[in-house]
């Protein structure tokens, strides 16, 4: 499977900044996914990364907060807005060259913000 | 609602124990249903299961499918010190997964 290089793979930030997580693909994907796993729970989807229109965010989500993008087959960026102590995550990115076939995962972000 | 629920939420066995752990789902639009490991941040892919009854092995590990009463069991056997972490246990439906809570294993030495 391919593989996905996430950066930073964490960060110390100051509330009211924005930061934003890189993913870069080794090869083109049909699919790609931000995840946010806060501590001591599963992943929750933020959004489906749509390349060349606007992300498909889930209920919860708004792209104020959480600006994707996705140029192209191979990139996407989430930026984590306004930050507040209750972003302090771990935020994934993930990757899915067809359907029915398994999602892989970048190195994960652990963001704190303080 | 699209749901995975996993139990149990956390378990401590011995090495050498031989564990099961449960995955049952309601999504609308089955694709497939997939397990992961996860020990740090990343989680990494396991096994994919689209049919019913066939196992799949890697090892010490394996796993099975049931459409009709709509769940997954995760075996590990022989357990070992590395196979502590957390298993998540997700189901693609429409266009996206839908993870499980986890189920948290921790084998002592």
């Known amino acids: 499977s391919a593989v996905i290089s996430q950066k930073p793979s964490r960060d110390i930030c100051q509330r009211g900044t924005s930061l934003t997580i890189q993913c870069q693909v080794d090869s083109q994907v049909t699919m790609m996914f931000w995840y946010r796993q806060q501590p001591g729970q599963s992943l929750t989807l933020i959004a489906t990364a749509n390349q060349g229109s606007e992300a498909t965010y889930e209920s919860g989500f708004v792209i104020d907060k959480f600006p994707i993008s996705r140029p192209n087959l191979t990139f996407s960026t989430l930026t984590v807005s306004n930050m507040s102590p209750e972003d302090s995550s771990i935020y994934l990115c993930?990757?899915?060259?067809?359907?029915?076939?398994?999602?892989?995962f970048g190195q994960g972000t652990r963001l704190t913000v303080v | 609602e699209d749901k995975v629920v996993q139990s149990p939420l956390s378990l401590v066995v011995h090495e050498g124990d031989t564990v099961t752990l449960n995955c049952s789902y309601e999504?609308?639009?089955?694709?497939?249903l997939l397990w992961y490991k996860q020990e740090k941040k990343a989680p990494t892919f396991l096994f994919m299961l689209?049919?019913?009854?066939i196992e799949k092995k890697s090892g010490r590990l394996s796993s099975i499918l049931d459409k009709k009463e709509l769940f997954s069991i995760l075996n590990i056997t022989a357990t070992q010190t590395g196979d502590s972490a957390i298993y998540l246990c997700a189901v693609e439906g429409t266009y996206k997964y839908i993870f499980g809570t986890g189920t948290r294993l921790k084998v002592l030495a």
């Open positions: 993930s990757a899915q060259e067809a359907p029915n076939t398994e999602a892989f």
């Open positions: 999504v609308t639009n089955f694709r497939s």
């Open positions: 689209t049919s019913s009854g």
